[in-house]
């Protein structure tokens, strides 16, 4: 069993900033990429930000050269850095981890965290 734990979720003025962040633990092989989902009411949940853990990262349009997505392979961890935020960006965050287990290492699994409350007021 893979779990994934955030923290850094909360209450910030537009144009602040808050820092995620996302620890994978459990029977992991090897981690393929890991990233952040994020759902605003009444919205389908929209990919935010991808590090594919060889070195490439995505971003959405919405958030790039706002947001920047980074990892510590070492503690299987990944962090959200967000600036100049605004009311659109109001949102639960959900991160995710795609990965091989030990126990079946040629295998994709993918798994999900909770999900931390970010709220920008305005």
């Known amino acids: 069993q893979v779990q994934l734990v955030e923290s850094g979720g909360g209450l910030v003025q537009a144009g602040g900033s808050l820092r995620l962040s996302c620890a994978a633990s459990?029977?992991?092989?090897?981690?393929?990429?890991m990233g952040w989902y994020r759902q605003a009411p009444g919205k389908q949940r929209e990919l935010v930000a991808v590090?594919?853990?060889?070195?490439?990262?995505s971003y959405a349009d919405t958030v790039k050269d706002r947001f920047t997505i980074s990892t510590d392979h070492a503690k299987n961890t990944v962090y959200l850095q967000m600036n100049s935020l605004k009311p659109e960006d109001t949102a639960v965050y959900y991160c995710?981890?795609?990965?091989?287990?030990?126990?079946?290492?040629?295998?994709?699994?993918?798994?999900w965290g909770r999900g931390t409350q970010v709220t920008v007021s305005s």
């Open positions: 995710y981890a795609a990965y091989s287990r030990s126990d079946s290492p040629w295998a994709e699994y993918t798994s």
């Open positions: 459990g029977s992991i092989y090897k981690i393929n990429a």
């Open positions: 590090d594919f853990w060889a070195g490439a990262t």
